[in-house]
């Protein structure tokens, strides 16, 4: 398998939910992934519903800010905060936003075969430690919250929130994951002037990409080891977002090669894994 190169013009969009309506800024055709799709879709109180037709992908809604209604024909499902919901290839779907609004991720990818709808509740996720739990030592310590993982039957997508703790470094020890899954992390809850580093390499000696990272902006990982850094008295936290190589076999969470000076200590991601308890 040929990997993607790892270079900045293809792989930092900045400040992906500056536009209203829907907006898809990361796809194979214009940045360096080769299965993810990634957008936004920032509606105001009032707006129209916004309809979407994903042809051959599958899709993970994820509500980073407001509240939602998606509609899948004569269903209706309510997202809050952090809720997320798969829907599967060839169903389009409609979001309206209530309230004060709404802002969506969108994640897709192709997939050949069809799974079933399903809603997965942040409440729900935060009561189950397999899907909810901390990770790292001091100087690494965050919390991980997988949205669409072991808990969702898919083809290709994964995807979770992580918190870090103020100055702290997340993705640590690094690691990669590229044979199985390419990645984006999008930067989120992170109100100015927080901001962190992002370092993206298979060059240990001359990182590849090290670039300041602020809420909105996206890092595509389609190769190498990615850990980053909060600034002191910040947090890092983004919604991280994967796309299987082969659909269904290397959907995994968790399975990855730990950058071999740091590797002692495992990768941290152990509880995530399917099977874990």
Same mark, same amino acid.
């Given at each position: ?15 992906t939910?500056a ?25 105001d =109180? ?19 800010k407001g ?16 809720d997320?919901?798969?829907i599967?290839?060839?169903?389009p ?9 709404c802002?969506l ?7 050949e075969?069809?799974?079933p709808?399903?809603?997965v =509740?942040?409440?729900?996720?935060? @009561? ?5 739990? @901390? ?6 310590e965050r919390t991980i919250?997988?949205l ?16 870090s703790?103020?100055g ?11 044979e ?10 992170m ?14 000696g001359?990182?590849e ?6 809420d909105?902006d ?5 190769n ?11 947090c ?30 495992g990768?941290?991601?152990? @509880?995530?894994q399917?099977g874990? @308890?």
């Open positions: 398998m040929t990997l993607e190169p790892i270079r900045p013009q293809t792989c930092i969009i900045r400040n939910a536009a209203k309506g829907r907006n898809l800024t990361v796809t194979p055709e214009t940045t360096a992934t080769r299965h993810l799709h990634y957008g936004r879709i920032v509606l =109180a009032g707006d129209e519903a916004v309809s979407v037709d994903p042809g051959s992908r599958e899709t993970g809604l994820i509500c980073l509240s939602a209604t998606v509609g899948l024909g004569a269903d209706r499902y309510t997202l809050d905060l952090y997320a919901l798969y599967p290839r060839a169903t779907f409609t979001v309206e936003p209530v309230r004060l609004g802002d991720a969108e994640i897709s990818a192709l997939v075969r069809s799974y709808v399903q809603f =509740a942040y409440q729900d996720v935060q @009561k189950d430690a397999g899907l909810h739990f @901390k990770a790292g030592a001091p100087g690494s919250n997988i669409l993982g072991k808990n969702v039957s898919a083809g290709r997508i994964v995807a979770g929130v992580t918190f703790a103020p702290n470094w997340t993705s640590w020890p690094p690691h990669e994951h590229a199985m899954l390419e990645e984006a992390y999008l930067y989120i809850d109100p100015a002037p927080a901001f962190g580093v992002q370092f993206v390499y298979t060059n240990t001359d990182p990409i090290a670039t300041f990272v602020r909105g996206v890092v595509l990982m389609p190498g080891y990615h850990p980053n850094v909060a600034a002191p008295g910040s890092i936290n983004f919604l991280w977002m994967m796309a299987a190589n082969r659909e269904g076999v290397d959907r995994q969470f968790g399975v990855v090669n730990v950058q071999p000076e740091f590797a002692g200590g990768s941290g991601l152990e @509880k995530g399917a874990a @308890k």
